[in-house]
């Protein structure tokens, strides 16, 4: 199989806790990293699936491995890219210094 070039340009964001006026917390997602990436959209099935049952749309990103990529967290990171935010479900590290595949969801909005 032959890999796709990294030609589009995704965020990386970082979940925080910031303070609102009233002394109360309330999340904030701030950039972590650019990165450009590989995109991968789900297959057919996968597509025909997550259309019945929530409206999602699934895809990979495959970007370069660096110390900011290999600490992604399916928690804590999501991703921006196309206008919209992807929920990461899942990180795979593709080898030492190879790269790194980020699986994320498009809710339908």
Known sequence: MK???R???IIIEFRTVAEDGYGGEVEAWI???RAYAAVYYGTGKEQREAAQVSGSQAASFEILSDGKSR???VINHRVSFDGATWNIIAKQDLGL???VRITAIREAA
């Open 97 to 99: 210094n190879e790269g």
């Open 31 to 33: 950039e972590y990293c």
């Open 71 to 73: 600490a992604v967290s």
């Open 3 to 5: 890999t796709a070039p």
């Open 7 to 9: 030609n589009r340009l």
